[in-house]
């Protein structure tokens, strides 16, 4: 049946549920887990409550911390949430701040070195103790704490009822190059007279990532070989494997010593004082330093410290103010805007601060300190990666130097640092750096064209590892014509002729003119998929259609493209039905097996998606993904206020924290997407296209100097835009399928027109400069226009709303339709499933739906046979003791060894069960048969060709049942329920019956299995081998059988065969 789904794009997803009853908004379905903190009032501020505990190594090295890690990359939820003594920061370039849900702190600075991934130094941890009754106490321990998060740092409140104390400790980075502890403690009653509180400080070290909520695992015994030394009333923490040391100084201290080998100190030096009833503070100042440098702690030298360190996040965040009915949006605005700046080392932003310390390719950061208003950050980046002699989109390291892995290859962050140069230049006119990096620019783009679309139509493929492309898709190649690369490259070519028209370079403008227009046209001729309303990811060189997608598929038609809008719409349709697993989350792909960069949900590419959402007019979807990246960035995480690397399958804050990236896409989103301004030089007009929620009474967003408020009543609206200095103003505002019925200003009617080539329609009001900017608009009652739902036989017909529509139809709904005046006739095509097409008025494009029906799908079932079994000796044709990784970023070669494992052993030989099925194998050594096609080259896609054999035959002669295999796979992720290749049953009667071999269904990743059909056994920590069956026609004699590889990037070990002849009745 037909039916209008115009009312679909602004449905409102109402679910009122508990945990959302404080303040973090009632809009979306309940997270799976409780959030662990909750959102305080105030700007960047969270609170949580925890008990102490006992400082652990978690998760415990060995097979624990391998699982663990597996399951945290498989975007699982962690088995256990908080409290964490470091997994939180503050940072101002170069040094951090550490802290955590529990009062334990530390110094730390990474080194600028050419390295991706550097080690980073840990100058020394500050802990808390006391002693009552002889007996001592860490802090972080023992009590009720209660925490609280700010831009500068913490506040825990420790209670311990026992003894009667109550301890607040405010930790803080001080400049940028010390921090901060002040320890205030007040004992309610009479303590014993041996009574202490201390501030130790120790643990330098030289650290490694992890994995996990903790920062550092701080192992037993490491403070063991730092140099410690007691100068005056300071003590001076050195690791010999660091190049600097710290100096920490005590204000209120009576004691100064130095501890070794007591309890569980190997060696720490310690501030203490009695602890008297009453209240009294210490205050302790770590700072970066050689040894007799130490600045005091006296409140008189470090109150000022103090204070400028919270002034400088209140002159931050003074700079914008942001009003929504939905907190969590909110709070995730002001996490942005911290974490951009905690991320920043002039002149550019590191991706992450826990881990990726470097500056890698920084996609989406220009971009969003445009949209903050920070336009001298954004053009020092603009020239740092830009005015080079190399020319821009390399990878970088931390020192800024060209990563050895990719130090040729210049499209690997070309397309992003494109896009934002050409936003840097409309949003400034600034020619003069266009100039400068303009000839880099050109000549890096020509070669990319050259390198990714060496048949120079259009389509471009991409390398192995798309991940400063395709932002972490760390396993995926795109061998053929690929779609994401295509469309970035449509949007690169419109922005590449604009601003070679800035440089007077008509000749290229040209070219690229009509390279666009052919680009576009045969991305939609041989990408696009009628009957599944999407763009193909990729077609390989052999004709294939690549079956998974990576969000970039769906989303870079609406966002880049210019390609039809119903185009777009319906791509973006494709992405809710296939990555979309609740009403907030997204995932980043639907490649196989479940890992990091195939499938997981992440922040950085729900809030891009958010944006293609916002832009196509489905703005309920655009403001669900922000919503659902906020959470995993505030509450819903481990470290509150830090934007995480990815989230697990419920939306939780994975570690990595404090990722620039995400917090980079999702300010942009925001201000520039939801909040729409498009920032312009003051000779021209600004440019602003709120897409506020149908649903928002009020909203309102400051930037610096420009404030925009939306309001709504019943069916009227109303707008404004101010502005520190006149500025002209063009508007375009999503009508999401409403009629205007008016657009008025200071009570009078003005000029409008309505873009009708949109989705449910685009009003555009121009206005001439001012400071302020008000109009209302008026919208019209009226029902929407539903057609028939009764479709008599072949041929649909009803009676179309007005004059003057037409039809639009990319997923070919019809096979043939025509219109008379108001009249329309038309002949469905066989389809199944539901199909849209669209009907295009003056007010835009309306979806409307046909349901074929007929959809529904059998489960194919897991094959299991009855018979006697007979094993096919394979000792003459095993090749091959391994087979090559593609996954979990473990590429090499991987032997099985079934030592153990076996009953029945001679020669080195035995059985092995799987689940239901028994097979002889060989125990080790060359104890495979490996067939494989060959692999591309993970730069220029070629085709290398394997030395082992693609496909093998096995003479059988007899009627049977079927076959059994055991089997071992490794298969790239752009395989994903694809064919790799063939079981073909040669009959005697000359009858061939062919079972395709499906990555995802009889061929599973050894590594990290999913297939559907196979039956799985572990062997060891990400080692499996895989069972399965296929049937043959037990009436016929077989006289062969032959199993081939056809797809490049796949091999396939086979350690066991068995022929199953069917039992008599």
């Known amino acids: 049946m037909f039916r209008s789904i115009i009312g679909?794009?602004?449905?409102?997803?109402?679910?009122?549920?508990?945990?959302?009853?404080?303040?973090?908004?009632?809009?979306?379905?309940?997270?799976?887990?409780?959030?662990?903190?909750?959102i305080v009032e105030g700007k960047g501020i969270y609170e949580g409550s925890w008990?102490?505990?006992?400082?652990?190594?978690?998760?415990?090295?060995?097979?624990?911390?391998?699982?663990?890690?597996?399951?945290?990359?498989?975007?699982?939820?962690?088995?256990?949430?908080?409290?964490?003594?470091?997994?939180?920061?503050?940072?101002?370039?170069?040094?951090?701040?550490?802290?955590?849900?529990?009062?334990?702190?530390?110094?730390?600075?990474?080194?600028?070195?050419?390295?991706?991934?550097?080690?980073?130094?840990m100058l020394g941890d500050v802990r808390i103790s006391y002693t009552v009754a002889g007996k001592s106490y860490w802090l972080d321990e023992q009590g009720e704490t209660t925490v609280r998060f700010y831009p500068w740092g913490t506040v825990h409140k420790v209670t311990i009822a026992e003894s009667g104390l109550t301890v607040e400790v405010e930790g803080l980075l001080v400049e940028n190059n010390a921090i901060a502890v002040t320890v205030t403690t007040t004992a309610s009653k009479q303590l014993p007279a041996d009574a202490q509180i201390a501030i130790t400080v120790g643990g330098a070290d030289l650290k490694f990532i992890n994995f996990f909520p903790e920062y550092f695992t701080i192992a037993p015994g490491e403070e063991e070989n730092d140099i410690l030394r007691l100068h005056g009333k300071s003590a001076y923490l050195k690791d010999p494997a660091v190049k600097y040391g710290a100096v920490a100084t005590c204000d209120g201290n009576n004691h100064l010593r130095i501890i070794k080998n007591t309890a569980d100190i190997k060696q720490r030096a310690v501030f203490s004082k009695e602890l008297l009833p009453g209240t009294s503070t210490m205050r302790l100042l770590l700072r970066k330093g050689e040894e007799g440098e130490g600045k005091s702690a006296d409140a008189k030298v470090t109150d000022p410290l103090i204070t400028a360190a919270k002034q400088y996040y209140n002159d931050l965040l003074d700079d914008y103010e942001i009003q929504t009915p939905d907190s969590v949006l909110n709070a995730g605005f002001y996490a942005s805007i911290l974490n951009m700046d905690y991320t920043y080392a002039a002149p550019g932003w590191l991706e992450g601060i826990h881990e990726w310390n470097s500056y890698f390719s920084n996609n989406y950061h220009i971009s969003a300190a445009i949209s903050l208003g920070q336009m001298e950050r954004a053009k020092e980046a603009v020239l740092y990666f830009g005015d080079r002699e190399e020319g821009p989109g390399y990878v970088f390291n931390a020192d800024g130097t060209r990563n050895k892995d990719t130090e040729t290859r210049s499209e690997e962050g070309l397309p992003y640092y494109i896009l934002q140069l050409w936003q840097y230049w409309k949003a400034t006119g600034d020619n003069a750096t266009l100039a400068k990096v303009w000839e880099g620019t050109r000549r890096n783009f020509e070669t990319m064209a050259q390198v990714r679309d060496p048949e120079g139509n259009g389509l471009l493929n991409w390398h192995y590892g798309c991940n400063a492309f395709l932002y972490q898709a760390d396993h995926l190649q795109l061998i053929g014509e690929a779609a994401s690369p295509s469309l970035m490259f449509c949007g690169l070519l419109t922005m590449m002729k604009e601003m070679a028209l800035q440089q007077q370079d008509t000749a290229r403008a040209n070219i690229w003119t009509k390279q666009l227009e052919h680009a576009r046209s045969e991305i939609i001729r041989r990408l696009w998929i009628p009957a599944e309303g999407r763009f193909a990811a990729s077609v390989t060189p052999d004709g294939l259609v690549q079956q998974a997608s990576y969000y970039t598929d769906f989303v870079f038609a609406q966002l880049y493209a210019g390609t039809p809008a119903e185009y777009n719409w319906l791509s973006l349709l494709a992405c809710d039905q296939r990555l979309w697993i609740n009403d907030h989350l997204m995932r980043a792909g639907n490649y196989k097996p479940d890992l990091f960069g195939n499938n997981a949900v992440k922040p950085t590419q729900m809030a891009e998606a958010a944006a293609a959402y916002f832009s196509a007019g489905r703005l309920q979807k655009g403001w669900a993904l922000l919503h659902g990246t906020a959470l995993g960035a505030t509450i819903l995480t481990d470290s509150p206020g830090s934007f995480p690397e990815f989230n697990s399958n419920t939306g939780w804050g994975l570690p990595d924290y404090a990722f620039s990236n995400p917090a980079a896409m999702y300010a942009r989103a925001l201000i520039s997407d939801l909040f729409g301004l498009q920032r312009q030089p003051m000779d021209k007009p600004l440019h602003w296209r709120p897409a506020i929620p149908a649903t928002w009474d009020n909203a309102s967003l400051r930037v610096k100097d420009i404030v925009m408020s939306v309001a709504s009543k019943g069916q009227r609206r109303m707008y404004e835009l101010k502005c520190s200095q006149p500025q002209g103003l063009?508007?375009?505002?999503?009508?999401?399928?409403?009629?205007?019925?008016?657009?008025?200003?200071?009570?009078?009617?003005?000029?409008?027109?309505?873009?009708?080539?949109?989705?449910?329609?685009?009003?555009?009001?121009?206005?001439?400069?001012?400071?302020?900017?008000?109009?209302?608009?008026?919208?019209?009652k009226e029902s929407s226009w539903q057609p028939p739902t009764q479709v008599a036989g072949d041929r649909v017909s009803w009676t179309l709303p007005g004059d003057g529509y037409s039809i639009k139809d990319p997923q070919r709904v019809f096979s043939s339709f025509r219109i008379d005046g108001r009249q329309f006739s038309g002949?469905?095509?066989?389809?199944?499933?539901?199909?849209?097409?669209?009907?295009?008025?003056?007010?835009?494009?309306?979806?409307?739906?046909?349901?074929?029906?007929?959809?529904?799908?059998?489960?194919?079932?897991?094959?299991?046979?009855?018979?006697?079994?007979?094993?096919?000796?394979?000792?003459?044709?095993?090749?091959?003791?391994?087979?090559?990784?593609?996954?979990?970023?473990?590429?090499?070669?991987?032997?099985f060894d079934f030592s153990g494992m076996l009953k029945d052993t001679t020669n080195n030989n035995g059985q092995l069960t799987v689940g239901d099925f028994r097979f002889r194998v060989k125990t080790n050594g060359q104890n495979m048969l490996v067939l494989e096609v060959g692999a591309s080259d993970g730069y220029t896609n070629k085709l290398i060709l394997s030395a082992r054999p693609e496909r093998t035959t096995f003479n059988v002669s007899k009627k049977i049942a079927g076959l059994e295999f055991l089997v071992a796979a490794e298969c790239q992720v752009r395989l994903t329920d694809m064919p790799i290749g063939v079981v073909a049953l040669h009959y005697k009667d000359g009858f061939t019956e062919n079972v395709p071999l499906i990555y995802g269904d009889n061929i599973d990743c050894m590594m990290l299995p999913f297939a559907k059909h196979v039956t799985i056994r572990k062997l060891e920590f990400a080692k499996h081998v895989a069972a399965f069956a296929i049937k043959a026609d037990p009436r016929r004699e077989l006289e062969k059988f032959d199993i081939a590889l056809n797809s490049p990037d796949a091999n396939v070990g086979i350690f066991g065969i068995n022929l199953v002849t069917a039992t008599a009745k």
């Open 8 to 38: 679909l794009i602004a449905a409102v997803c109402c679910y009122m549920v508990t945990w959302a009853q404080q303040q973090q908004g009632h809009f979306f379905s309940a997270p799976a887990r409780q959030p662990a903190y909750t």
């Open 51 to 121: 008990k102490g505990r006992k400082y652990e190594v978690w998760p415990a090295a060995g097979a624990m911390w391998w699982q663990t890690y597996l399951e945290v990359h498989q975007a699982r939820d962690l088995s256990r949430s908080g409290p964490w003594h470091f997994n939180w920061v503050v940072r101002r370039n170069p040094a951090w701040f550490v802290s955590g849900d529990l009062p334990r702190f530390s110094l730390v600075q990474t080194d600028r070195i050419p390295e991706l991934n550097p080690h980073f130094n």
């Open 730 to 780: 063009v508007c375009n505002i999503p009508l999401e399928g409403k009629v205007v019925h008016s657009v008025m200003a200071g009570g009078k009617g003005i000029a409008y027109r309505i873009i009708s080539g949109t989705i449910g329609g685009e009003v555009e009001i121009i206005l001439p400069p001012a400071t302020q900017h008000t109009f209302t608009i008026q919208f019209k």
């Open 827 to 895: 002949i469905p095509a066989k389809h199944s499933g539901r199909k849209v097409f669209f009907l295009a008025g003056n007010n835009g494009l309306t979806p409307c739906e046909l349901d074929f029906g007929n959809n529904v799908q059998q489960p194919a079932e897991r094959i299991t046979l009855k018979g006697i079994r007979e094993n096919i000796s394979l000792d003459k044709q095993f090749n091959s003791d391994f087979i090559l990784g593609k996954n979990f970023w473990r590429l090499g070669q991987h032997t």
